[in-house]
């Protein structure tokens, strides 16, 4: 029965139903429009914006050749006021003659200067010059089309027509000087180069050189001083700085180099003090063991046992360059011990050294660029 009444629609309904229809059709179709109106005015001004830039690319093209056309007209210019000279100096009866008095032999030809050869350019490497396409200088390079030659940074220097500042290279060092990234650099201590060196050579093990040594002959051996005990009255029980040698042991690469007699009971003792004078702790050392205050304990390795001069004195060469702390005998390492945490730390600080319960029948290498004593020292302990 409901199926029935739904199908019976009364005239006005039917109507109202077809209009209503009707209605969402003429709003899809007019959704539609709009979304087309949008899609127009986008695209539009898209092609707006396209115009806009090739204009622009236009625009700057012309100035571009305007610029370029300007310095061809000038140095045009200059041409034809010379030539317009040498064609009245060819009207005057007392300047025409033979080829090289003036006559029109010697007249000459201007450059083809034509705008169209001159907005080319020039390669790079070169610039535009009086007679076309002129070669940069030394110690200058250009791009392609550049109206002027560009100098290297200072200190560097170029070969003729360089393209680029990649070209620009660190002029050779002289002797005592190595290449770097950033240019120069002198030589340190105990080392030597010569002209154009890229690294310097070290001196050979137990000889030293000042900075900037320029030869294997720099390298020359300190003397041998005898050690100074410091215990003693006259030198304050170690704490008077003349008894003491200025020592950067730390970052030296030779290192204090000491002769003794070596034995199971006596014991070599070198007391280590900061900038300020204190105390930074004691290295010592025998046939039997090798100790670094806080930090080093053990026994004296077979190798040094071993390596000991039996009628004589050994010479140990003692460093703690980099806080690392190495014993060596004739440039060979028989013994290392990489410092750590607070002992690098520590040690790191070692500014002076002083000699303690040491005879003067031991001596030490004095290194002249590296270590300072007073004119005091010996005196005081009796090794003069």
């Not at 030539?83 to 300047?95: A, G, M, Q, R, W």
């Not at 702790?281 to 304990?297: D, H, M, P, T, Y």
């Amino acid at each position: 029965i409901e199926k029935k009444e739904k199908k019976e629609l009364t005239e006005e309904e039917k109507q109202a139903l077809k209009e209503a229809k009707e209605q969402r059709q003429r709003e899809r179709e007019g959704s539609g429009k709009g979304l087309l109106k949008d899609n127009e005015e986008y695209q539009a001004k898209k092609k707006a914006r396209k115009e806009e830039k090739r204009r622009l690319e236009e625009e700057a093209r012309r100035l571009a050749e305007e610029a370029r056309e300007t310095v061809v007209e000038t140095q045009q210019g200059k041409h034809i006021k010379k030539n317009k000279k040498v064609n009245k100096n060819k009207d005057d009866p007392e300047t025409t003659g033979p080829a090289g008095l003036g006559g029109p032999e010697t007249t000459p030809a201007l450059l083809p200067t034509t705008p169209a050869v001159m907005r080319a350019g020039c390669h790079a490497g070169q610039v535009q010059g009086p007679g076309g396409c002129e070669e940069c200088p030394v110690n200058t390079y250009s791009l392609a089309g550049a109206l002027n030659c560009e100098p290297c940074p200072r200190g560097m220097v170029s070969s003729p027509g360089s393209t680029s500042p990649d070209a620009c290279t660190f002029a050779p060092c002289s002797a005592g000087y190595f290449m770097t990234e950033s240019g120069c650099q002198q030589c340190g201590e105990n080392s030597y180069s010569g002209a154009g060196a890229s690294s310097c050579e070290p001196c050979p093990e137990g000889l030293v050189s000042a900075a900037g040594s320029s030869s294997i002959a720099d390298c020359q051996a300190g003397p041998e001083l005898p050690v100074c005990d410091c215990w003693t009255e006259a030198c304050g029980y170690c704490t008077d700085p003349s008894c003491s040698v200025g020592f950067d042991l730390s970052s030296s690469s030779v290192g204090l180099s000491v002769r003794s007699k070596l034995n199971l009971q006596d014991i070599n003792k070198v007391l280590l003090f900061d900038e300020s004078g204190q105390l930074v702790g004691e290295l010592q050392w025998n046939l039997r063991a090798i100790s670094l205050e806080g930090c080093v304990r053990c026994r004296t390795p077979l190798k040094l046992r071993k390596s000991r001069i039996r009628r004589g004195a050994t010479p140990w060469s003692i460093s703690l360059d980099g806080g690392v702390f190495k014993v060596k005998i004739d440039g060979e390492v028989l013994y290392q011990n990489k410092l750590k945490g607070e002992c690098k730390e520590m040690y790191c600080k070692v500014r002076r050294i002083a000699f303690s319960g040491m005879s003067c029948d031991n001596t030490f290498s004095f290194l002249p660029s590296a270590m300072e004593i007073s004119e005091e020292y010996g005196n005081k302990c009796g090794c003069s």
